[in-house]
């Protein structure tokens, strides 16, 4: 194998799909990017046998072939590279060694054969349909906060994708995460060719890498799914995810429908006084007292060991007086999440699920549950 590549694409590409290869690697093989040099292109591809990716990149091929390197090692030496420079890669079986040369700099790596590179079969995909770039980064930001790291909760380990219909009764793609502390549900207009898709809970590792490679396109991501593999494939890019095996809970239950205590504030203001006041706190709970009344909110934190936080805002509500606690730090996730001018915040007494509305928004719907203060 030899090619010969920009510096600049070649960086982007092994920027993308080092991402995927675990620092740690039982199986040597798994450390490895495969790459293969092909008419005009060379094709690089990385998996940890959950996640597999794969990207196309522009080149000249001087001597078709295909070999595995270290990919932590070559992203890094390509990284160091001078910009704008011409790389040039080649594989001589006698060598078993990948020579990278640019300039006066080159470097060996060790190697190893492409045929032990493991390959993810994705079987059957029967359900395809394309989704707009911006909705799919919307989808995701609304909700992986959302998502749990408890492993023994393996269910609730991912985005929860599926079609449902809204308020309205239109038809909607939905993504669901909750940790059992805070739920995040989003909508996007129902894509053309979803109807009938199974539901599928994303991996929190697959969305966050999904999540890297839309920001830096616009247009349509094609996504093909079955109930155990999920593809998206776009630009030159291809990724292919295993999807959690479990059954996400009936999230529907834990949104309160009867909170009838309404209260309408400024979302921004509202998140920077929680972000003040909670800097008094230490605890892990680091929880916020909200003290309602007609017209005011007062946010109030009392820490043993460092003092006493309050902040008073205006805002809009008219029920009886209460005071509710909450983890300031799953206020302020969802608070962020508000990109309007106005939060409306659902609340029915202390002890019961809080639901947040973004009012510019419709899509967007966000529960956390109080805590005691």
Not at 52 to 68: F, K, N, W, Y
Not at 130 to 154: C, G, H, M, N, P
Not at 248 to 273: C, H, L, T
Not at 304 to 322: D, K, N, Q, R, V
């Amino acid at each position: 194998m030899k090619l010969n590549i920009e510096r600049g694409a070649l960086l982007k590409s092994l920027g993308h799909i080092q991402s995927v290869v675990e620092r740690r690697n039982t199986i040597p093989i798994l450390s490895n990017v495969l790459l293969e040099g092909e008419q005009g292109h060379l094709k690089l591809a990385a998996t940890d046998l959950d996640i597999a990716i794969s990207e196309t990149v522009g080149g000249e091929t001087l001597d078709p072939g295909g070999i595995t390197a270290p990919a932590h090692t070559l992203y890094d030496i390509v990284r160091k590279l001078p910009e704008g420079s011409q790389v040039e890669l080649s594989y001589s079986p006698d060598s078993q060694r990948l020579s990278i040369s640019a300039g006066r700099s080159k470097f060996t790596l060790s190697c190893l054969p492409r045929e032990d590179f493991p390959v993810m079969h994705e079987g059957e995909l029967p359900h395809s349909f394309q989704v707009a770039s911006i909705d799919l980064k919307r989808l995701i930001d609304k909700t992986r906060f959302a998502v749990s790291t408890e492993e023994t909760r393996y269910y609730l380990n991912g985005i929860y994708m599926h079609v449902a219909t809204d308020d309205d009764g239109a038809p909607v793609l939905r993504g669901v995460a909750t940790d059992g502390h805070r739920l995040a549900r989003f909508d996007v207009t129902q894509p053309e060719g979803a109807e009938g898709m199974p539901g599928v809970i994303v991996p929190r590792k697959a969305v966050g890498e999904l999540r890297k490679l839309v920001d830096e396109y616009e247009g349509d991501v094609e996504v093909a799914l079955s109930e155990t593999k999920i593809r998206f494939a776009f630009a030159d890019i291809v990724l292919t995810s295993k999807l959690i095996d479990g059954t996400f809970p009936d999230y529907s239950r834990v949104i309160p429908e009867g909170n009838d205590r309404v209260m309408e504030i400024d979302g921004k203001q509202f998140a920077e006084a929680v972000d003040r006041v909670s800097t008094i706190s230490t605890d892990k709970t680091r929880a916020v007292k909200l003290s309602l009344g007609p017209g005011r909110l007062q946010l109030s934190v009392n820490s043993p060991e460092h003092g006493t936080a309050t902040e008073e805002l205006s805002c809009t509500y008219e029920s009886e007086e209460m005071e509710i606690g909450f983890n300031s730090r799953y206020l302020l996730d969802i608070l962020t999440q508000i990109e309007g001018d106005v939060a409306q915040i659902l609340l029915a007494e202390s002890t019961a699920p809080t639901v947040l509305k973004d009012l510019s928004d419709e899509g967007a719907l966000y529960v956390l549950m109080p805590m005691r203060v």
